[in-house]
């Protein structure tokens, strides 16, 4: 299985909703990652989790929240959301203590944001 | 983490070869070179990586000089499947704690 599993695949909310995106790997891989895309643009790196701790934070505003459970799943929560954080939100998944840029990542196929 | 050059786009026909070529005059020692390919509305996808020389598989071709400045990722006989965006990435792969940050990458547009 080399999957990278991510729900919802679309999500629509409102300024003052609160939601959650879900990432999911079975392949034994404990570095993941939240991404951000906005059309158009690479995407941008927002949370490394390294063996289920946040590892790096690239200054990301705090109405966005990640969580790792466990070595399987990653969240990240969201709270009052502007509509310019509107965007493709990728998940992705490497083998343990492989973060930098010459890894072989696994990504999912990401959850389409809407902020309304 | 050494930057990377590449051209903005490239159009191409099918069945054609595409070569897309990347700079990275800073490599370092440990560094190796990594292509990711994404296309529209999906996560970028691995599809090669290298250190020295060539390397191929059933996806691509890598070519590396000697000096490691540069490489060019090759795409034989192209099919408008073949249409996405396709990323450099030099780094150490077996860095803890370093990132995966993507370039502003290829636009590859493949014409019948």
């Known amino acids: 299985d080399t999957e990278v599993t991510q729900t919802p695949k679309h999500l629509v909310m409102g300024m003052t909703n609160k939601k959650s995106l879900k990432c999911e790997q079975h392949?034994?891989?404990?570095?993941m990652y939240w991404y951000k895309q906005k059309a158009k643009k690479p995407p941008e790196l927002m949370f490394v989790?390294?063996?289920?701790?946040?590892?790096i934070n690239e200054s990301v505003p705090s109405r966005f929240s990640p969580e790792c459970p466990n070595s399987s799943l990653l969240n990240l929560h969201l709270h009052a959301l502007q509509p310019e954080d509107s965007a493709l939100y990728l998940c992705?998944?490497?083998?343990?203590?492989?973060?930098?840029?010459?890894?072989?990542?696994?990504f999912g196929q990401g959850t389409r944001l809407t902020v309304v | 983490l050494a930057k990377t050059t590449q051209p903005i786009s490239m159009d191409s026909y099918e069945g054609q070869e595409v070569n897309i070529t990347c700079s990275h005059n800073?490599?370092?020692?440990?560094?190796?070179i990594t292509w990711y390919q994404q296309f529209p509305s999906q996560g970028p996808r691995f599809i090669i990586q290298?250190?020295?020389t060539k390397v191929t598989n059933e996806v691509a071709s890598l070519f590396i000089p000697a000096d490691r400045k540069s490489s060019t990722l090759s795409l034989p006989r192209v099919s408008l499947s073949d249409t996405a965006v396709y990323y450099c990435?030099?780094?150490?792969?077996?860095?803890?704690?370093?990132?995966?940050?993507f370039g502003s990458g290829t636009r590859l547009s493949i014409r019948p």
């Open positions: 989790y390294s063996y289920e701790k946040l590892s």
């Open positions: 290298g250190y020295k």
């Open positions: 800073n490599i370092a020692t440990n560094d190796y």
């Open positions: 992705a998944s490497s083998q343990e203590g492989r973060t930098g840029p010459g890894t072989e990542a696994f």
């Open positions: 990435l030099v780094g150490d792969p077996y860095s803890s704690a370093s990132k995966i940050i």
């Open positions: 392949m034994g891989h404990r570095a």
